[in-house]
């Protein structure tokens, strides 16, 4: 099977690519910079992984591994939720339409296995009640999440249409090795590395903000499974299980046994309370359950955080 995998230099990418490699797969990996994260499989010429580094825009570019892909997945996104409000005419520009740019590519060629990654977080805007099952009302409160949506709603009428069936993932907060930046992007890991580095962590609002996060492993053993199945549809990917920025911090606290510095700013207005994923659709379709507590996932990337800062 040969597998292009659209942003697979990043966190999750990267963890995807090596579960593939590990068992056989051939795999191309498109990304606008190199790997941070496989430096090695770029310099001892794996046999099984070609790096592509092109701009997800130059869909020109992607023609030839999108042709001869059998599974794409499609990870990239060019925003965050809280930047994307701040230039949305480029959001568009670079997520929807070249996504559709690659549809219409996709549309005159075999069946290909289409898996696009969502956002369980802000495609359904403030939950009228939860969990959230993939029918609730969709009313995203970003631009990054109307993008989402809209190209949700681009697939499934390509699908009607033109056969070019996809499997949607909308996936909550993954969270795991490698992800370790501190920024505007992953509570857990910004959490453990300002603890790390004995720096201050922002929360804004009073920290109650309840999300669900969910373990990388959990995640990629999921997606070896979407691979090799034929369901389509939309699923919600998460633990199902919510976790306040409070409860992060105590967790935190917990297995690093030191006190975190905090710094409470005003919340913002399109932070949404609560979003919990009920994930009994993509369980029941792929026999899958997420195995790793928060507790146990949090404890695996102290861990190798530690490790890294020691290298």
Request: hydrophobic content about 40%; proline content about 6%; cysteine-free.
């Amino acid at each position: 099977m040969r597998v292009l995998i659209l942003g697979g230099n990043g966190f999750l990418g990267s963890h995807l690519v090596d579960a593939l490699l590990a068992r056989g797969d051939a795999v191309d990996v498109v990304g606008r910079a190199p790997s941070l994260f496989n430096p090695d499989l770029i310099q001892s010429s794996h046999p099984l992984v070609t790096y592509h580094q092109i701009n997800f825009v130059d869909t020109d570019a992607l023609k030839p591994l999108l042709a001869q892909a059998d599974v794409i997945y499609h990870l990239v996104s060019t925003t965050i939720p809280a930047t994307s409000n701040q230039d949305p005419v480029a959001d568009i520009h670079d997520n929807l339409i070249s996504t559709v740019k690659i549809l219409e590519i996709l549309r005159y060629l075999p069946p290909k296995r289409f898996i696009y990654f969502s956002s369980g977080g802000t495609v359904y805007g403030t939950p009228q009640h939860i969990p959230i099952a993939e029918n609730h009302p969709l009313d995203p409160k970003s631009s990054y999440g109307i993008v989402k949506v809209a190209i949700e709603k681009y697939l499934h009428m390509y699908g009607e249409l033109y056969g070019v069936s996809s499997v949607v993932l909308r996936l909550a907060n993954p969270y795991g090795p490698r992800q370790m930046k501190i920024g505007v992007q992953g509570v857990v890991a910004t959490v453990l590395m300002s603890i790390l580095q004995d720096k201050p962590i922002t929360i804004w609002g009073d920290g109650k903000v309840i999300r669900d996060y969910i373990y990388i492993e959990d995640v990629v053993r999921l997606l070896l499974l979407v691979t090799d199945s034929q369901a389509v549809g939309t699923f919600n990917v998460g633990s199902g299980v919510g976790h306040s920025l409070l409860d992060i911090l105590a967790t935190a606290q917990q297995i690093t046994k030191k006190t975190p510095q905090v710094n409470y700013l005003p919340s913002r207005n399109f932070d949404i309370p609560a979003v919990v994923l009920d994930v009994a659709h993509v369980s029941e379709t792929f026999d899958w359950q997420p195995e790793i507590t928060l507790t146990q996932g949090m404890s695996k990337h102290w861990q190798w955080l530690q490790q890294v800062d020691q290298h």
